[in-house]
């Protein structure tokens, strides 16, 4: 496809109703089975290092987070969670002042204190899950999750205040976890070659901890992050070297007892989808055969945490 067709199909609207303003997004029929079977091939691609797949529940206590200094790296991303308040005769005076109109928005004062966050990034809930363990072989973990970010623009299919993301992680000794890295680097690589889904891979400079933070330092001398860009300008993957950064926080240790190093894979399911039924359609039928995987297979092994 040229440039020029490029650009008219991005102000084309392949999404038949979403509520793009506020960043949400509603799929139907063949796109939704068409994001299934995207998810189904990254989960084969999981398979590669025996990652074992985890559900965890959608949201993770602020305390959880305020351990990966979040709150003070991304507060801008944040989407917090809280409840009616049904101390103090709370519930009451609410359910009261609702009796007579038709609510778009609950007032703070009925509210209880958050406690809870719609994380922004599937992989927190993986070192949430392990911290204070010791581990006694090289973990590898795939999950997929809803992604809440508040963004301050918001464009369906591409840039959202909900999503998907799809993350193999690994968590174990440094050398594990470069391997790990560059044997998805390779392989995406490899695959959207094949696939000739025009892309480039680059080292991004925004990484998952404060700016401040000393260890980014090391950023310059060796980078943390790489994206592999659909058509120059939306990131669909990212490659991310935390290095000790969650094992020493969230207290996890590789099988010789220092702090785990960790590397995670994420695919942004909704881009994935966008960037195919641009270049492909709706039909996944029409995907090449290198991104086409017909049933999700997830191998189960037992864990070694
Ligand atoms: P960008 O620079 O485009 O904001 P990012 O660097 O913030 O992307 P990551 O933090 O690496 O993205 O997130 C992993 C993946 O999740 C991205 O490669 C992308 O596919 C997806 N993603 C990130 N933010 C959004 C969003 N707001 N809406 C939809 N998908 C997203
Ligand atoms: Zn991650
Ligand atoms: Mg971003």
Known sequence: MSSETFASLESENIYSCFNSDAGLLTLQGSQVELRRRLDALFCS??????????????????????????????????????????????????????????????????????????????????????????????????VCSPCFRQESIYKAGERQWTFHMREIVCIGRQETVRNFLNTYRQLITEILDRAKLPFQLREATDPFFDKRDPALILQKLEPLKYEFLYRDRLAITSLNFHRKFFGDRFNIQDCTGEPAYTGCVAFGLERWLSA????????????????????????SQESGE
């Open 276 to 299: 195919c039924i641009r270049e492909y359609g709706q039909n996944w039928e029409n995907l090449p055969a290198v991104l086409q995987k017909k049933e999700p297979e997830v191998r």
């Open 45 to 142: 691609w999981a398979e590669v290092v025996g990652a074992i797949e985890y559900s965890f529940p959608p949201v993770l206590s602020v305390y959880s987070l305020d351990l990966a200094d979040y709150f003070s790296s991304f507060p801008h991303l944040a989407t917090l969670t809280t409840q009616i308040d049904s101390n103090n005769e709370g519930m009451k005076r609410f359910v009261d002042s609702t009796r007579n109109e038709r609510l778009t928005e609950v007032d703070q004062n009925y509210l209880t204190p958050a406690r809870y966050v719609l994380p922004s990034a599937a992989c927190y809930a993986v070192y949430n899950h392990l911290s204070n363990k010791k581990l006694q072989n090289d973990l590898f973990i795939t």
